[in-house]
């Protein structure tokens, strides 16, 4: 009987975070994108500072009418949302947020493989969803998530890997026991290259080609209205979340810090996840967006050759240090 | 291993067993619904399901590394790959009456010989081999890493060897056809598009999207100072923004 409710105590927290931190993210969007601009953002919904936007946005699009186009493939246009946000529930699970067994969802052994993995399912939601639309702009939308995953799914593995024999675990809890603070340094090239490819897997501008909303109209999603556009929204800004946690608990030390690890421990983690998030916003308002050859070209000349430098790097001090 | 044996019976499968079994049926089911039916792409996203329904029962079988690894390469990337194919050459909503092969039958012959040999070499091998799920993790990646490195490198290098060699064919080929389409000034798609993607999707996707619509740019330049300008969200929310 512990044990249930042990479990379920986890997943509800898990769930819990799922479902705020996403907006949290997102209205820190609205926010800071206003202020870079010289804008106030939304000021009025909920009275202080607007910070009831994005639940009245919630509310809105629960009301509008959820329309599938006459020639659409009627099942798998309603599947695809799922299919894009409930992997980033599953990735969720696996971050630990702390020292210890107790700070992290599930315990997963070959965790660094899981969460690569099922984030790369994710994009299946935004092909099906382009091809079932029936549309041009959705289809070219769908073939440009799949050309871009399949371009910078490998210098992301390559990072992680890099990671991974740095630690002599692919557990998450176990490359962070493992961490020093010495390693920032000498995983920076593979932390900037995770990082960098990761935007590009979530599609977040500067690597936004995808949904290029002035020449595709929004890509896959041109034909999504209503809850469904939503979850699909959902799904971007619960990518921002797993993606800043992965980079902090694999290469900025998680819930390692100058002092207080061993009770405040989360504490580092929800910062050093916040900071990048603030990058991810910071990056979306600063750069113009990539051209599709101009993205490919960054993914197989720069991109991949780092990371197996990087590679070739962290085998070399392995060797040296041991 | 007598013992072994004797200890366990088919008559009264645990429960992992029974579970083991019923996804291992809804595993067949969806590999007969993928080159059964007749929509093309509902036939690769059958195969997801099949695939997935792999990696479940590896997970069953403790081998939760390959498990993994079995959702990363195949569905991560060998699907979305065929879907890229798909989508790219063609890929109708409903379905193809010209997507059944008339050599269906020797398929059919070809696929129950197969299946009938390895389902009896397997169960014939490993009849009288149990997993212990109490004991330690017998498919950790630790377990598996040490037995593919100390017992296995042979086959693992040789294996090496084959991609390698399947890359380079790849690229032969690519070079051959475009080569071929240079000298007869034909500037359809060379045949080896499928195994070479990224490059040649780059630049047949971007050809649409070069005619650009007039791009208003509206939504990127927001009003600024003004609290109800469209676009907290930028260009992204201009559908909230339109409100």
Redesign the interface.
């Known amino acids: 009987m512990n044990d249930v409710a042990d479990v379920a105590l986890r997943l509800l927290i898990v769930f819990v975070v799922f479902l705020t931190f996403p907006l949290i993210v997102?209205q820190t969007?609205?926010?800071v994108?206003?202020h870079m601009?010289?804008?106030?953002?939304?000021?009025?919904a909920g009275g202080f500072h607007g910070w009831a936007?994005l639940v009245a946005?919630g509310v809105?699009f629960a009301q509008k009418e959820d329309v599938v186009p006459a020639?659409?493939?009627r099942r798998?246009f309603q599947l695809a949302p799922a299919v894009a946000l409930l992997p980033y529930l599953l990735v969720l699970l696996a971050i630990p947020i702390g020292p210890g067994e107790g700070a992290v969802g599930q315990v997963?052994?070959?965790g660094v493989?899981?969460v690569?993995?099922?984030m790369?399912?994710g994009?299946?939601g935004a092909?099906?969803a382009?091809?079932?639309s029936?549309n041009?702009f959705s289809?070219?939308g769908?073939?440009?998530t799949?050309?871009q995953?399949?371009?910078y799914?490998l210098p992301m593995?390559l990072a992680a890997a890099s990671v991974a024999m740095a630690a002599g675990?692919?557990?998450l809890p176990g490359i962070l026991d493992a961490f020093h603070w010495w390693w920032l340094p000498w995983q920076i090239v593979g932390a900037v290259v995770f990082f960098v490819a990761g935007l590009a897997e979530l599609q977040r501008p500067p690597f936004d080609?995808p949904v290029?909303?002035?020449?595709?109209?929004f890509g896959a999603y041109t034909e999504y209205t209503g809850l469904r556009?939503a979850l699909f929204?959902l799904a971007e800004y619960a990518g921002i979340v797993v993606l800043c946690g992965l980079t902090t608990v694999l290469f900025l030390g998680g819930w390692h810090g100058p002092w207080g690890a061993d009770g405040l421990g989360w504490v580092w983690t929800l910062l050093k996840t916040a900071v990048l998030a603030f990058v991810v916003i910071w990056l979306?308002?600063t750069y113009p967006r990539l051209?599709?050859?101009q993205?490919?070209k960054l993914?197989?000349t720069l991109l991949v050759p780092l990371a197996l430098a990087q590679i070739a790097l962290t085998g070399v001090v392995k060797v040296v240090i041991r | 291993m007598n013992l072994a044996a004797q200890t366990h019976g088919f008559l009264s499968p645990t429960g992992v067993e029974i579970a083991f079994l019923l996804v291992g049926l809804a595993t067949f089911g969806a590999a007969l619904v993928t080159v059964t039916t007749k929509q093309l792409?509902?036939a690769a996203?059958w195969l997801?399901v099949t695939l997935g329904g792999l990696a479940v029962e590896y997970l069953l079988l403790t081998a939760?590394?390959i498990a993994?690894?079995q959702?990363?390469i195949y569905?991560?990337?060998v699907?979305?790959?065929l879907?890229?194919g798909l989508?790219?050459t063609k890929?109708p909503?409903?379905r193809s009456p010209d997507a059944d092969s008339p050599n269906r039958w020797a398929a059919l012959a070809v696929a129950v010989a197969a299946a009938a040999a390895l389902v009896w070499v397997v169960a014939d091998a490993f009849r009288t081999t149990w997993i212990d799920l109490d004991g330690a993790?017998a498919g950790?990646?630790r377990v598996t890493g040490e037995s593919l490195f100390q017992n296995w490198v042979l086959p693992f290098e040789a294996l090496s060897v084959l991609l390698l060699a399947a890359l380079v064919g790849a690229i032969v080929l690519s070079r051959k056809a475009k080569a071929d389409a240079d000298a007869t000034t034909d500037t359809a798609t060379p045949p080896a598009a499928a195994t070479r993607?990224?490059?040649p999707?780059?630049?047949?996707?971007?050809a649409?999207?070069t005619t650009?619509?007039p791009?208003?740019?509206g939504?990127?330049t927001?009003?600024?100072?003004?609290?109800q300008?469209p676009a907290?969200?930028?260009?992204?929310?201009?559908?909230?923004g339109a409100?």
């Open positions: 997102g969007e609205h926010k994108m206003a601009q010289g804008r106030l953002g939304p000021m009025y936007q946005d809105k020639g659409a493939d798998v997963i052994d070959a493989f899981f690569l993995a099922v790369g399912v994009v299946l092909l099906m382009g091809w079932a029936a041009k289809l070219l769908g073939l440009r799949a050309a995953l399949l371009a799914e593995l675990t692919v557990s080609m290029a909303d002035s020449e595709i109209i556009f929204l979306r308002v051209r599709e050859d993205l490919q993914s197989w | 792409v509902h996203l997801v939760e590394f993994w690894v959702v990363l569905v991560g990337s699907v979305v790959l879907l890229f989508m790219l890929a909503i409903g993790a950790t990646t993607p990224p490059a999707g780059a630049t047949r996707t971007q649409p999207g650009r619509p791009a208003p740019g939504a990127q927001p009003a600024p100072g003004s609290p300008a907290p969200g930028g260009d992204r929310s201009a559908e909230e409100r």
